[in-house]
């Protein structure tokens, strides 16, 4: 019984890590209609950087600032931020393709910078010496991951609501005139290129989050984290709920992450075991998949996005 | 650095090949084809299998031609993976990206071409396995060109970058000189206007497709006869001739040719400061540096 809750505690954990880093996602092509082939940079950018920050002393690396968690984990959200204010400043400008081509050349780089760079991330071996805070009163059982995952649950709750408030603000409103029809936006005084950027980052930081509370939770992360296929998982999450829609977001990546997870499991309980070694190519498959079906069969996901017609004068 | 520039410019032969395909189809879906590099690989997937067969029915097609490790069968393999991979090209239009076009969603081509991607990259790897294959088992000796400095150079190396040179004059021929040229550059400067002069889009675009994917195909095969062939051969290669797009301006042939060999160059010429393991990343800084000096490429125009 204890292993089944234990179970569903860290399922839910893991997969609301992801359903924030769905939420940043949303904001930037959802509301915004900026593609972002470099979700994972980010995620890795808030992980590494929350580790780093945060992390004891290590000889071989530059990690351990000990720096109180909080602070390690904004540090490491702002990490990806700035990340995300570079990619923005140099393609933002440009047809939206040079967005799709460089935030993926990002993610490339940046798993290869983790791979390569032993004295910044710990290289191919990943980054150790990352305390889970508060360790020491809450132990390492059940009763921690618990208090994690309520933790975890304050954070998705606390970006949706804030995500919420900025989709009905001006500033949304602002967001979705630029998607709709950039000419007509410009003339009305407002600054695509800004307001394209502002959400960019946001959005990136957001993902940041999410990749920090996924650091904290593993006290670890490798390259192996950061590979394309998180992207390509993140993506398929908000295909599937509705892109456009926070609730449809939150939806698709409890979805999706329930159907990865079980595939995986079926796989190797199932399949033969010479077939063990191409799970991944099939999972992949499968993924590559529910993407293009949803395209072909239903664009709009499964709860589309809610169009409102904000009118001056009308109650 | 002198055996730097010419391995630059004999790999960057092959990123241009691939580079043209992609820069028409950007050019006139605009939309960044994820899944482009993923026609390489089919490419040299097909003339593997092609290869074996001829080799096997024809036991003449298996010799050698010359001094090359290229032999008739695999001559012949190329024709007809270029005719496979227009095929899969043509019809990954037709199942995928024209059904995403009709329903109006154009900013999801790009999430329906990275979804493609995956799934063929992966069936791949299923069908033919995860181990590298290669198209001859010989070892090739490199022909010493000169001693001081030493220059070496494979002869299938001269061999494929000459097919390519006579490849890329076929391409400038048809688009300088042929109706289908300016047809051509018309969809791409005013898709409606040129459909207004009679132009039939469908037809120009499946024509756009076959090129590219025969291009493809022979770059794939390129590829794999210089390193080897595996199913990764997309993912390793697709920011390569992305980032040959961007250096030549997307949309241009011609920069792409040249945005092709600049990135080979440069990704040889970085293997001489930066240690090997870093080369993955070299086409990600030639595209923020092109990004920050010119952004439309060398041949690019400014468009929203």
New interface residues.
Partial sequence: MIGILSYIVFFTTVASILAIAVLGLNLQWGNT?L?N?GVVAFFGAGAYGTLLLGGTPQPDHIAGFELFYPIALIGGMAVAGILAWLVGI??L??????L???T???A??FE??M??AEWLGGGAKGLRGFERPFRESLGDGFLYNLIFLIVVLLCLLGTYRFLETLVSSPFGRQLRAIRED?KAARSLGKSPARIRLTAFVTGSVIMGLAGGLYGTFYAFVSPQDVLPTLT?QI?AML?VGGAGNNKGAVLGAFLIWAAWTFSGWALSRFAPVEAQ??T???Q??L??????TM??WR?QGLLPERLVVSQSGLS | MIQHLLDGILVGSILSLGAIGLTMVMHILRFANFSHAELLSIGAYVALVFDKMFKVTMPLMANEIGPLSMTWALILSIIVSMVFTAASAVLFDRLVFRRVREKGEELSMVFASFGLSLIVRNLIGLIFGLSTKLYSKDIVFATVLSRDPLLVVKLDQLATFTITLVLMLVIHIVLSRTTFGYSLRAVGENPELAQVNGINLQRTLIVVWIIGGGLAAVAGVFYGLNNQINPMIGRDLVLPVFAATIVGGIGSVYGALLGGIIVGLASNLALSILPSGYSPSVPFIIILAVLLIRPNGLFGEARA
């Fill in positions: 209609g593609f082939g140099l393609t400008k440009m047809r939206h393709d040079y799709a081509i460089s993926f050349g990002v490339v780089a290869n910078l791979r390569n950039e390509f993506w295909i070694l191409y991944g190519s099939i992949y498959v993924i590559g998949l529910v993407i293009v395209l072909l664009p």
